[in-house]
């Protein structure tokens, strides 16, 4: 059965090594050039277009994983061979994952020493975040079970890819949301505002003493305006001694370039989580399919 | 020819005008609250961007089945050996399918218009007297005649991308990106200059009450004898020359000192913007840019079709 999953869909997974292939070349020669300016210009260009690609790669191999079978009919075929569906979806999903991640956990190394190379900002921060280190593997893996997903269910693999690109986007957008409390973010605790923390900054601003979050009912900005409001009538104290008077002192909330690791586990570990919905939901859509 | 016509697309067209239905009637009901009460924040919701995405998505969802759905079942080649010609058949298909989405997408034009009134006159009356709400990208796109332009753009998109493609599925989902790509070109590099943009100088880094209420493009520092930045520099460059700089940083200067500064460096502020009035002259321009690619897909659509040898 693993020949059989490999050669239906050999296609598409050379063509995927194909693009990989052009994807790495492209990284290594932009990281080469180091920082000249136009790296630096297009880097943002570039971020962007790294970051919606294992989606894209994820999907566009899962969408025609069961759908194409559906829409060609050969799916009566397989089910009518002495192999059970699941087993035939297992081997299915496995070849594909395995070709999938292995592409994807190919180009991290790669994207690592090209952020390093090409980007000047920390591996922690949200727009370095997503295309380094093993998340990628993760969005890869759930865009390609995913499309598997709704392929079983839409049967046609064009419509499939076309639904999963919102439903993909959504679901980065809500677990890029719960991000910074994956992990317990740190507090610097400072008398007054100073420079920022090497890290990803989340919240920052005045707040009383003896505590690093603000009160019921309150935002972090809302005790600013006792600084300023002392600023104004004595122009000449510093902030410092505006903060002191007022009992408060400036926390900055943010979560440390140390704790890259960590995050990058949680979020790949809730992303691997719903890839394993995803087949689940494959594994009841064929089931239910009256061949 | 037309009931055929009609018929292969009615569940499509059907499930669109459900959709825009629904859309209309969230519309309304937001509309009439924001008219008697202080919401700017409709114009802020996600909601805004489903009304962005809406005219790619509608034109697409029924342009990439109208060729691609018939290849992908085999029916192109009923249809084309039937005693009515190819150039008949494409013709009905397109004509049902245009109409359809044309005026599907002009009635919500025209309660999007409504809509984004109640939006102008909550800005005028309680955000501090701002009328330059339809003039702004995120309202430009859409009131008006464009919002037509993009959704029959979408649909001949689909239609030639499905002669080439032959499945309405991949067709579609190649062809919201080739949407997204042209809709940002035009809007970020052709939109500002479709109409030559006002200009407004002043020795002072105020602008004028139609420059505040307008879509402010750029501003800049420059020389007092030009209006636009010096050839090879862009609106980044700001023309801080040193007598300027060290005029204005001393302590406690008034209104008519700073100007004075500017007048003893020959320098002055502009600002460069698309006033409210300039916007039907860019709302047709920009329509007509859509059409005519538009234009030049349904050749593609009708020469691809035409070339086909069953």
Known sequence: MTWVAWRVQRLQYLAATGAVLVIGLWLTLSGSNGNSAWSQASS?????????????????????????????????????????????????????????????????????????AVNSGLNVQPKLFDVTGVVVVGY???????GAALGAMIHRPGWAFAAGVPVFALARLLVGAVRSTLVSPV?????????????????????????????????WSTLSHQVLACFHRVSSAGEEHCALVAHLHWVWQYQPESHYWSLQWAETAIFLGAAIACMVATLVAVHRQQA | MTWVAWRVQRSTILAAIAVVSVLALWLVATGLVMGHSQTWKYWTDADVYVLFALPGVLGLAIGAPLIAGESNLGTDRLATTQSVTRARWLTYKLLVGGFATAGIVLVLTLILRWWTGAVSVSALTQSGGFSGVRIQPDAFDLTGLVVVGYTLFAFFLGTALGTVIRKPGWAFSLGLPIFAAARIVVQDWLRPHLV???????????????????????????????????????????????????????????????????????????????????????????????????????????????????
């Open chain 1, 187 to 219: 507090s610097l605790v400072e008398p007054f505002q100073g420079s920022e923390p090497n890290g990803w900054v989340l919240n920052f601003g005045y707040l009383p003493f003896g505590r690093t979050t603000p009160g019921a009912g309150r935002t």
């Open chain 2, 196 to 310: 030559a943009p006002a200009v407004y100088t002043n020795l002072m880094e105020r602008a004028s009450a139609a420059a505040m209420n307008s879509w402010m493009l750029n501003l800049a520092l420059l020389p007092a004898n030009r209006t636009s930045p010096p050839p090879g520099k862009t609106w980044a460059w700001w023309d801080w020359t040193k007598s300027y700089t060290t005029c204005t940083s001393q302590p406690n200067l008034t209104n008519a000192e700073d100007a004075h500064c500017a007048v003893l460096a020959h320098v002055h502020f502009v600002f460069q913007y698309q006033p409210e009035s300039h916007y039907w002259a860019l709302q047709g321009i920009e329509t007509a840019i859509f059409l005519a690619l538009a234009l030049l897909l349904l050749g593609l659509t009708v020469i691809k079709v035409k070339r086909w040898r069953i």
């Open chain 1, 44 to 116: 943002r260009g570039d971020i962007i277009v790294l970051s919606a690609l294992p989606g894209l790669l994820g999907l566009s191999l899962g969408a025609s994983l069961v759908a194409d079978e559906f829409r060609r009919g050969t799916n009566r075929l397989a089910w009518s061979q002495s192999i059970s569906r699941t087993r035939w979806l297992a081997s299915k999903l496995a070849v594909g994952a395995v070709v999938v991640g292995g592409l994807t956990a190919l180009l991290v190394p790669l994207l690592g020493w090209w952020s390093g």
């Open chain 1, 140 to 146: 890869a893996l759930f865009a390609f079970t995913l």
